[in-house]
C-alpha cells in the first residue's frame, strides 16, 4: 500500500527565509508525487508534481521539489517566504500503474511566516 | 474553465437527519472523485466515477453513504442518518484522461456539521 509522511505537523519560518517541508513516501511501484496547497476554508490546489520525468520540479508561487529515490523523499522548498505563503501544504502519491487516479494525502504541515 | 463548484459550501443539520452534497466538476473531465477530510488530516479518498460508472465504492465509510453520476456530468453524495461523526468538510474532485499522473482539480468542499 502507498503513503506519504510529512515530517512536521508546523513550521515556522521568518519571511525571506527557506521554507523546506518534508515528504517521505512509500510505494510498492514507482510514484507519482504531488505537493497541494490549502488556504483556510478552502479546497486545494496543486503546487506541483512529480511523474517520473525530470527529478527537479518546479510549481506555481517559486516551490519547487526533488524527487530521491534513494531516500524515498519528495522535499518542498522555496528559497524565500513570502506572508501569502502561509497556509497548509500536503504531500500525496498514486500508483504509477492501473487506471485509478487515487491520491493518498499525507496529514499537512501548516507553515506560518513570520515578519 | 469554471472550476469545480460545490454546493452548498455550508450545511449544518441535526442528527439522524439525511444531506446531499453536489458537485460540478470541470467541464469535460470524465473523472469525479469525492474526498472526506477531518481537522488536522489530510483528505481521504471515498470513491470515484470514470464517467457514469462508480469505479470504486469499497471506501465509501459506511452503507449511511452513497453517491451518484447519473449522467456523466454532476455528482451527488448523499449521508443518510447522520452522525457527529459526519461532521467533516466534503471534497470534489476532478480529472481529465486515465493516467494516473493526470492532474485532479478540487473545488473549495462542503463543509458539514452534525449536530
Known amino acids: 500500500a502507498q503513503s506519504v509522511t510529512q515530517l512536521g505537523s508546523h513550521v515556522s519560518v521568518s519571511e525571506g527565509a527557506l521554507v523546506l517541508l518534508r515528504c517521505n513516501y512509500s510505494?510498492?511501484?514507482?510514484?507519482?508525487l504531488f505537493w497541494y496547497v490549502q488556504y483556510p476554508n478552502q479546497g486545494l490546489q496543486l503546487l506541483l508534481k512529480?511523474?517520473?520525468?525530470?527529478?527537479l520540479v518546479k510549481g506555481i508561487n517559486g516551490f519547487e521539489a526533488e524527487f530521491k529515490k534513494s531516500e524515498t523523499s519528495f522535499h518542498l522548498t522555496k528559497p524565500s517566504a513570502h506572508m501569502s505563503d502561509a497556509a497548509e501544504y500536503f504531500c500525496?502519491?498514486?500508483?504509477?500503474?492501473?487506471?485509478?487516479?487515487?491520491?493518498?494525502f499525507g496529514t499537512g504541515t501548516r507553515l506560518q511566516v513570520t515578519l | 474553465d469554471t472550476g469545480v463548484s460545490q454546493n452548498p459550501r455550508h450545511k449544518i443539520t441535526k442528527r439522524g437527519q439525511n444531506v446531499t452534497f453536489r458537485c460540478d466538476p470541470i467541464?469535460?473531465?470524465?473523472?469525479l472523485y469525492w474526498y472526506r477530510q477531518t481537522l488536522g488530516q489530510g483528505p481521504e479518498f471515498l470513491t470515484y466515477?470514470?464517467?457514469?460508472?462508480?469505479?470504486?465504492k469499497s471506501r465509501l465509510l459506511s452503507d449511511r453513504f452513497s453517491a451518484e453520476r447519473p449522467k456523466g456530468s454532476f455528482s451527488t453524495l448523499e449521508i443518510q442518518r447522520t452522525e457527529q461523526g459526519d461532521s467533516a468538510m466534503y471534497l470534489c474532485?476532478?480529472?481529465?484522461?486515465?493516467?494516473?499522473?493526470?492532474?485532479?482539480?478540487f473545488g473549495e468542499g462542503s463543509w458539514l456539521t452534525v449536530v
Open positions: 474532485a476532478s480529472s481529465l484522461g486515465v493516467g494516473s499522473g493526470n492532474t485532479i482539480y
Open positions: 510505494s510498492s511501484v514507482p510514484p507519482y
Open positions: 512529480y511523474t517520473s520525468a525530470a527529478t
Open positions: 500525496a502519491v498514486s500508483e504509477m500503474t492501473g487506471s485509478a487516479s487515487k491520491l493518498t
Open positions: 467541464s469535460e473531465h470524465n473523472r
Open positions: 466515477f470514470q464517467n457514469e460508472a462508480q469505479l470504486e
